[in-house]
């Protein structure tokens, strides 16, 4: 489709070029919308291989997740400034992307080019609405996915864009206002007729718990009275409700699709240490359930909160170390989150939170045998003491992952010991967030290079509980790396059962830390996690 761009349209691109390439727009998406791209493409349920392209893409937001997805990704932005910052993003996180200058209303492509294709929070931007969505229709495959995230009317920025339109120049015609492709109605329109199958939902996130203390300087004050910066509003009441239930619509959705059984659901039930302890709201994590010694292991806690929170699919960030054998206190602020104490110091907290992620194909039980005999802890441990994969741990889970030749991805065979069993044979979430923690580290550790001398610690836990984990049981659990992301490093992990059907998934990420964490970099395994007293 061709059409001829009014002198007052041309400025207007001109402007909007120029308002993107100001400032440190890469650095805002990485602190405020980073989980939006990663959320779109779980959506889109891209597949390895497939042709994918991301619609403004920015500096990749959404275009690198699918490349580590293995897509084959393709990204579009009108700021060849972003689309280099994108480049530096992608390729730090070991993908490559082709970047394209180029405008939405435009695409310089020819028709039914992509599998999938992605926009996130980018193609609202572009002035003229039907163009640009007959554009994403042209360059669509038959049958191909479009998935778009767009900021609402009614939301934060929405009315932000209503509370400065006033000020702003008047918009040349034939130019719509942003906000108006998080109107429902306004995207079935712009689709109908086009044979592409709308379906809109309303998504609810909120603002990073810290916020940049940049942003709090631009404002001069706090963003809310009373808020120092730290402590958005919690979601909570019938938003909180109604943002859970959607995400349950989500997942359902996704399983129907897969195949799925029902979820196992993860009421904190008889038998889990987290429930016992719930009742009086206190918590001593026994000396038993460390990673590092007197240290709480990462999956453990996340398996925890997991529990008390009662869900099946969860987001824990470890804050700080959490001691074993101390007194800690957790506690339900609102119905949909979780923390952890220790007096007045919060450890951990956890939410509900999709885990859509890409499990790569499960090994057979001869070859996750096979690894199991290759795993490199045996020879050098950082933390031979450790819960889940501690050779020395006298009553330890014993997932002991080892590299499976010609597969980028570390497996075990595994047959959870008998003594850690709850009712019906099944282990408790803490022990099956536990057995996902480890395979992630060493995936990374088998992965990275040889020389690298990083250390990292597990700040963040994602877990989604499918099936139960069996007790005597043999079960293939595999670790993958997902890549490198600046300053953290993204891996995954699942567990199989004896059918081969999945159980459990997670993903992690762990923060690169100074001086001490976990020994990346196999010519520096044999150096201690934590620096010797
Ligand atoms: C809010 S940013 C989103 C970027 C990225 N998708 C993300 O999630 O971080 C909006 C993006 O839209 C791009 N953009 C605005 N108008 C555009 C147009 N007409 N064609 C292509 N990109 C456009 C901007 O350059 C910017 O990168």
Request: with cysteine; aromatic share 4%; glycine share 12%.
């Amino acid at each position: 489709m061709t059409m001829t761009m009014t002198a007052e349209m041309e400025q207007l691109k001109a402007a909007h070029r120029a308002t993107w390439a100001a400032g440190d727009y890469a650095a805002v998406a990485d602190a405020f919308v980073l989980d939006v791209g990663a959320t779109a493409v779980a959506h889109a349920a891209i597949e390895p291989g497939t042709a994918v392209l991301d619609v403004a893409a920015g500096s990749g937001n959404a275009a690198i997740p699918a490349a580590l997805a293995g897509a084959r990704v393709t990204g579009l932005d009108l700021v060849p400034d972003l689309l280099a910052a994108g480049a530096e993003r992608a390729r730090r996180a070991g993908v490559e992307i082709d970047w394209v200058e180029g405008d939405a209303e435009a695409l310089p492509f020819p028709g039914e080019r992509f599998d999938t294709v992605l926009s996130v929070l980018g193609v609202q931007f572009a002035p003229r609405h039907e163009l640009t969505a007959s554009e994403l229709v042209r360059v669509t495959r038959p049958g191909g996915t479009i998935v778009l995230a767009c900021w609402t009317p009614s939301g934060f920025i929405g009315q932000l864009f209503k509370t400065m339109s006033p000020h702003l120049p008047k918009p040349p015609a034939g130019a719509s206002a942003p906000p108006l492709w998080g109107d429902k109605d306004h995207v079935r329109a712009l689709l109908a007729g086009t044979g592409v199958e709308a379906c809109v939902r309303d998504a609810h996130g909120a603002l990073p718990r810290r916020i940049p203390g940049r942003v709090r300087r631009l404002h001069g004050r706090p963003l809310r009275p009373g808020a120092q910066g730290a402590r958005p509003a919690r979601r909570s009441g019938p938003l909180g409700g109604a943002a859970s239930r959607a995400r349950r619509a989500v997942r359902a959705r996704e399983r129907e699709r897969r195949g799925l059984p029902r979820p196992l659901g993860v009421p904190a039930h008889a038998g889990t240490q987290a429930e016992l302890r719930m009742r009086s709201r206190e918590l001593v994590i026994d000396a038993a359930h460390v990673g590092l010694p007197e240290i709480a292991h990462g999956g453990y806690v996340a398996g925890i909160l997991t529990a008390a929170l009662g869900v099946d699919s969860s987001r824990v960030r470890l804050r700080r170390p959490v001691p074993s054998g101390r007194l800690l206190r957790v506690e339900r602020p609102d119905a949909g989150g979780v923390e952890l104490h220790d007096g007045a110091d919060l450890l951990a907290d956890g939410v509900e939170a999709d885990v859509l992620l890409h499990v790569p194909d499960a090994v057979d039980p001869g070859e996750a045998l096979a690894a199991a005999r290759r795993f490199p802890g045996m020879a050098h441990h950082p933390f031979p003491g450790c819960l889940c994969c501690g050779p020395e741990h006298p009553r330890g889970l014993r997932v002991f992952p080892g590299p499976v030749s010609g597969r980028g991805i570390v497996a075990a065979h595994w047959v959870p010991p008998g003594r850690h069993a709850a009712d019906g044979g099944a282990l408790p979430p803490e022990l099956v967030c536990a057995a996902l923690d480890c395979p992630q580290l060493w995936a990374l550790m088998v992965h990275a290079p040889a020389t690298t001398s990083d250390r990292v610690v597990t700040t963040v836990l994602e877990t989604r509980l499918e099936r139960p984990v069996t007790a005597g049981e043999p079960h293939v659990v595999i670790g993958w790396p997902i890549g490198r992301d600046g300053r953290r490093w993204l891996a995954g992990a699942a567990i199989f059962g004896p059918d081969g059907a999945l159980c459990a998934a997670g993903r992690q990420t762990a923060a690169v830390v100074g001086g001490w964490g976990v020994p990346l970099g196999r010519d520096h395994w044999e150096t201690p996690p934590v620096a010797a007293a």
